[in-house]
């Protein structure tokens, strides 16, 4: 489905305002990303090498699907603004800060034991 073909245009402030949501979205992936890259390669004595690759995959599979939920929430809230209809409820922010609690926990436990 091609979404320039759905309902009408909205106003392009609201547009933008919607892509600089999106671009928000691919820079937590990105830092996501940077975090499991780091974390595997800068810092090989922090815990044995299963745990920490373990970790840092989990970090760049969530910067993936941050990546790509990013972009269907852009898609269905530009389809909301175009049909004229409330924009969708997120549960993504419960995600990320339960994703970073999680991470925190893990790296702190890591630190604990490596020192």
Known sequence: MKISRVGEAPDYRFSLAN???????IRTSLVFLAAGVGLDQLAPNLA?????EALA???CLFAGSLAVGGY?????NERAMRLKE????TRGLLLISLMMALVAVVVIVMVLYAG
């Open 48 to 52: 044995t090498p299963v745990v920490r």
């Open 72 to 76: 269907l929430r852009w898609l269905s």
């Open 19 to 25: 892509e600089r949501t999106f671009l928000a979205w």
């Open 57 to 59: 995959v989990l970090l």
């Open 86 to 89: 409330d924009l969708p409820y």
